[in-house]
Nanobody
């Protein structure tokens, strides 16, 4: 059974930093491209970042380029999203995705 569980969200101040984690079970996450999406209130869900199955290729939405890093962790089946200098407009529920499978999301609120 495929499961994706996100964690690491919460309240963060503008200019701070945060790291989101996605722990996958039921499959080997290193065998699949993995993505982070986010959905802000009243907006459509959007792609934030993607990492290839081998971890050698990444892509980022223009809105987070230079501030976010997606990576595969040394802990097996974990994918991270590191964000530096978060902004209020980064406030959203962040989701981990593999193909048709989604996690339940973790809320990130950027506010002073």
């Amino acid at each position: 059974q495929v499961q994706l569980v996100e964690s690491g969200g919460g309240l963060v101040q503008p200019g701070g930093s945060l790291r989101l984690s996605c722990v996958a079970s039921g499959f080997s996450s290193s065998s699949y491209p993995m993505s982070w999406y986010r959905q802000a209130p009243g907006k459509e869900r959007e792609l934030v970042a993607r990492i290839s199955s081998g971890g050698t290729s990444t892509m980022y939405a223009d809105s987070v380029k230079g501030r976010c890093t997606i990576s595969r962790g040394n802990v097996k089946n974990t994918v991270y999203l590191q964000m530096s200098s978060p902004r209020p407009e980064d406030t959203a529920v962040y989701y981990c995705r593999r193909s048709d499978y989604w996690g339940q999301g973790t809320q990130v609120t950027v506010s002073s």
